[in-house]
Each structure stands twice: as C-alpha cells, then as structure tokens.
C-alpha cells in the first residue's frame, strides 16, 4: 500500500517536471531572437536546446536527478528570462505610457 502511494507520488513529480519543461520551451520558441539579446540573455537558440533536452530527458530517460536538472532549467527560464523578454518586448503592459515611472507618470517636473 505504501509503496503504491509512493509510486502514485513520483509519477505525478514526472508528469509536473515535464508540464514545466513543454510550457517553457513553448514559451522560449514564442518569444523574438532579438528580444533575447535586448534583454541580454543567452541566446534564443540556447533556450531551445537546454529545454529540448529537458523534455527529451523527462520523456526517455527515468533518472530523477537529470529530470530534476531540467526542471531546474526550466524554472530558470520561466521565473528570470521570460520575464526579461516580456519587458523588453513591452508584453505583460497592463495599461500606463511610455513616460510612467514606478510611482505614475513622469512629466519632467511640469
């Protein structure tokens, strides 16, 4: 019985760690070459390849170490990088102007 649970456990890990792995490669093959290098980020095509070997291994290869090194990888991507990207390429704008500063608009002392 306990070894069940434990079973049932660790197969759901695998299934959040690939969950994690396809959204971020998704969202890295989404995002403009050249919002990675305004960001300055490593590039577009390093994203891909570190996260593509990420959901390879999740998929083909059952070693929990390397999964959670992909898992590791793509929460780097997802919680640093995208959203860098997101604010060079002016996505995740919730209203407001160009001239807003953190406390509200700038108008140059006026």
Not at 38 to 61: M, Y
Request: proline share 4%; glycine share 10%.
């Amino acid at each position: 019985m306990l070894l069940t649970g434990f079973s049932t456990f660790v197969w759901l890990l695998y299934m959040v760690m690939l969950v994690l792995a396809v959204v971020a490669l998704v969202m890295a093959a989404m995002a403009r070459e050249d919002a990675y290098r305004a960001a300055d980020k490593q590039k577009k095509s390093f994203w891909l390849i570190i996260l593509g070997i990420a959901v390879a291994v999740n998929l083909f290869v059952p070693m929990l170490f390397l999964q959670l090194a992909g898992a590791v990888a793509s929460i780097v991507f997802l919680v640093d990088v995208r959203p860098a990207l997101q604010a060079v390429s002016g996505g995740g704008r919730r209203g407001g102007s160009s001239s807003d500063g953190p406390y509200g608009p700038y108008n140059g002392g006026r």
